[in-house]
């Protein structure tokens, strides 16, 4: 089936998978993990923050968060 794209098309930056049209399966070929303040994970053209105080938590007890077993 094709894809039909009628509106104007935006990408800053592309780390991972885009797609137009028809696919049958995508899967991660790597994971990680980021921590971010408040507001620090935003995307888009105008973007606006307004922060006081924030904090972070890094704690993280578990040993896995996403595996990519099988992501050939």
């Known amino acids: ?5 009628v509106a104007p098309i ?4 592309a ?7 028809d696919t049958l399966v995508i899967n991660p070929k790597s994971t990680g993990k980021g921590y971010n303040g ?11 923050t307004t922060n006081v105080v924030n904090a972070t ?5 578990d040993i896995f968060d996403s595996n990519n ?4």
């Open 57 to 61: 938590n890094t704690l993280d007890p």
């Open 15 to 21: 780390e991972g998978v885009v797609n137009f049209g």
């Open 38 to 48: 408040s507001g620090g994970g935003n995307t888009g053209n105008f973007i606006q």
């Open 69 to 72: 077993a099988g992501n050939a």
């Open 10 to 13: 935006n990408i800053n930056a």
């Open 1 to 5: 089936m094709p894809c039909l794209i």
